[in-house]
T-cell receptor
Framework: DAGVIQSPRHEVTEMGQEVTLRCKPISGHDYLFWYRQTMMRGLELLIY????????DSGMPEDRFSAKMPNASFSTLKIQPSEPRDSAVYFC??????????????FGPGTRLTVL | EDQVTQSPEALRLQEGESSSLNCSYTVSGLRGLFWYRQDPGKGPEFLFT???AGEEKEKERLKATLTKKESFLHITAPKPEDSATYLCAVQAATSYDKVIFGPGTSLSVIP
């Protein structure tokens, strides 16, 4: 398997523009997680899905952020409108185990987002 | 509130100089504690899961141990390729499948 795939790898946009980040999880994995990583706040969980259903979105910072998982092989994280403070590396991760086994997550390479 | 802290923030070692990284946690019932390694420009890579106090896991030069309040990642005779950021994460019994990550320890091993 190719692992978790994320696109784009880098995104530079201007404040106010819509940004869409994409993720393809590992085939057979039931869980999908979206994280944001910054120097100040570290790695933060934004939202996670189980069997394509959002389970916990309490980490989504504002209504400007939304995430969807229309099928088992694709998820998107959208920011509209984007702001400079959204600049970060966004990671997608997937896992196939629940409970404590769910801590064994497989991360994608990340999308580095810069909002000017 | 569930919380994870790590120390030191950064650590510089000479090649072959063994040391330990600390992860302290406060959770309402620990379901699992996890160690990850993250190389610059890459996503975290899973290393270990520990479930209960007294448990130990080993992988090459790394050994992870767990007590009721903290975990240690022992690095024996490190090599330059062990340089990375090491992240600790916990899952609380009440938080289903949610994992909380600590801030990480940046390890540099000098030849």
């Amino acid at each position: 398997d190719a692992g978790v795939i994320q696109s784009p790898r880098h995104e530079v946009t201007e404040m106010g523009q819509e940004v869409t980040l994409r993720c393809k999880p590992i085939s057979g994995h039931d869980y999908l997680f979206w994280y944001r990583q910054t120097m100040m706040r570290g790695l933060e969980l934004l939202i996670y899905f189980n069997n394509n259903v959002p389970i916990d979105d309490s980490g989504m910072p504002e209504d400007r952020f939304s995430a969807k998982m229309p099928n088992a092989s694709f998820s998107t994280l959208k920011i509209q409108p984007s702001e400079p403070r959204d600049s970060a590396v966004y990671f997608c991760a997937s896992s196939f185990l629940s409970g404590a086994g769910g801590g064994e997550q497989f991360f994608g390479p990340g999308t580095r987002l810069t909002v000017l | 509130e569930d919380q994870v802290t790590q120390s030191p923030e950064a650590l510089r070692l000479q090649e072959g100089e063994s040391s330990s990284l600390n992860c302290s946690y406060t959770v309402s019932g620990l379901r699992g504690l996890f160690w990850y390694r993250q190389d610059p420009g890459k996503g975290p890579e899973f290393l270990f899961t520990l479930y209960s106090a007294g448990e130990e896991k080993e992988k090459e030069r790394l050994k992870a141990t767990l007590t009721k309040k903290e975990s240690f990642l022992h690095i024996t005779a490190p090599k330059p390729e062990d340089s990375a950021t090491y992240l600790c994460a916990v899952q609380a019994a009440t938080s289903y499948d949610k994992v909380i990550f600590g801030p990480g320890t940046s390890l540099s091993v000098i030849p």
